[in-house]
């Protein structure tokens, strides 16, 4: 059985590794074949340096085509305005959230103290799962570490070596891992085409299968057509998986979800997975779904059950900001309606900026080394927008990506759309009004 089906303790050792026991030391692995030096120290020091030297001229490469990443420590403070975080509803910062976190460590503790099977698993995190799966319609919920962890469990334990997972060709690097690590055959569709995904589940007959696709699209913010996807995997006995990141909190009745606008919460052939790091301002995942998955998930999901469970204080934060919700619904409605504005004074600029469904505001740029200096540009004049470019976008194409949260005002959107407009590459400018997502060429 390998690894990744439904034991999860199937961790048999690599082939040319002894599994640890007889007369050998309890805290090492012995590698078949090989001298007994244990430190190795006698090896060449140049040898030893060239074991990662290869990673000098994969830096080059980056460098050469402008697709450098650098980390950016950012101010506990700054009069920065951001339109680059994911912080939908602008809550991370409202008092009565950071208050409820603090007030989670200072009784729980800094950290979960383990895995949610053994330590990790306070009464904040079974309040959080089923005050999320009641908001959102579903009957049952699981907290995990990370958005990535949840879909990484899903995907690996509701599949199997023989299965199938037909995936959307935009989705989420977490999906892409998930269907890598779930050993099924993995079928990548054209983006958001259900008639794709009903001719590939046609072919393959009588495999387990699941469908998967985010809900709303990271890159260019467009909507999955979530109706479709269900109605193919319903003609296909299929389980349908929709990863709501950044769907949650933003559409849906109050911000329920996309699955919740789709009507399809709650349905025993759907599994919803989300982050609490989004609308929520916290951190951590969950999958929402029928009782019965979830409770396969806890036995089977190796990211559930070997990972440390969420620290109190995300899980505090996360249920305030819940509740936040439930008791303010326009937050959600005013995402939508700033992210609108946002496209509408950048088109009617000239700019090519995407029609947004939720949050996310594309704006298309003419490559990648003008990507990153338009969005330095708008950093120097006090704007933090996001630059998205290769390998991270699906269809090749750079762009700025601009947050809409709720908590922005009139003039702080003006702000933004005219540095935005101010900086922009000559060659970026009346390159065509509004785009649609459906218009991109994925690959």
Not at 4 to 12: F, L, R
């Amino acid at each position: 059985m390998p690894p990744y089906a439904e034991d999860p303790q199937d961790v048999s050792a690599p082939k040319g590794v002894a599994e640890r026991g007889g007369d050998a030391d309890p805290g090492e692995t012995t590698v078949l074949g090989e001298a007994a030096d244990p430190s190795g120290r006698g090896a060449d020091p140049e040898a030893r340096r060239e074991a990662f030297g290869w990673t000098e001229d994969a830096a080059l490469r980056r460098a050469e085509a402008g697709l450098v990443r650098t980390l950016r420590p950012r101010a506990a403070t700054s009069d920065l305005l951001d339109l680059a975080s994911n912080d939908y509803l602008g809550l991370t910062h409202r008092a009565e959230i950071t208050e409820a976190a603090a007030e989670a460590a200072r009784r729980w503790g800094a950290g979960s103290t383990g895995s949610r099977l053994v330590t990790g698993t306070t009464r904040l995190h079974t309040r959080l799962e089923h005050e999320l799966a009641e908001f959102c319609g579903f009957e049952a919920a699981l907290v995990f570490s990370s958005g990535y962890t949840a879909n990484l469990a899903v995907l690996t334990a509701l599949s199997a070596r023989d299965g199938l997972i037909v995936s959307d060709a935009g989705n989420h690097a977490s999906i892409v891992d998930g269907c890598r690590l779930s050993r099924a055959e993995t079928a990548v569709v054209p983006h958001a085409e259900p008639a794709a995904v009903a001719k590939t589940l046609a072919a393959r007959p009588g495999r387990r299968a699941l469908v998967v696709s985010d809900s709303v699209f990271s890159v260019d913010g467009d909507k999955a057509p979530l109706a479709g996807l269900a109605a193919a995997c319903r003609e296909h006995a299929a389980g349908l998986v929709v990863d709501d990141a950044h769907g949650f909190g933003v559409l849906g009745d109050g911000g329920r979800g996309a699955v919740h606008e789709a009507g399809l919460a709650g349905d025993p052939d759907v599994v919803a997975t989300l982050t609490l790091s989004k609308s929520l301002g916290s951190q951590g995942g969950a999958v929402l779904g029928p009782a019965r998955v979830i409770e396969h998930l806890v036995n089977a999901a190796r990211t559930f059950i070997f990972d440390t469970g969420l620290a109190p204080a995300a899980a505090g934060g996360a249920l305030a900001s819940l509740r936040l919700i439930a008791a303010e619904p326009a937050l959600a409605a005013r995402a939508r309606t700033v992210a609108s504005t946002l496209h509408r004074l950048l088109t009617d600029a000239g700019l090519a900026a995407v029609r947004p469904d939720a949050a996310v505001v594309s704006v298309r740029a003419p490559g990648p080394s003008e990507a990153l200096r338009w969005a330095a540009d708008c950093r120097e004049l006090g704007l933090g927008v996001g630059c998205f470019r290769p390998p991270s976008v699906p269809d090749g194409v750079s762009r700025l990506r601009l947050t809409a949260r709720a908590d922005l005002t009139d003039a702080e959107i003006e702000r933004a759309v005219a540095t935005i407009v101010r900086t922009a590459p000559a060659c970026a400018v009346g390159t065509g009004a509004s785009t649609t997502a459906a218009a991109r060429t994925t690959v």
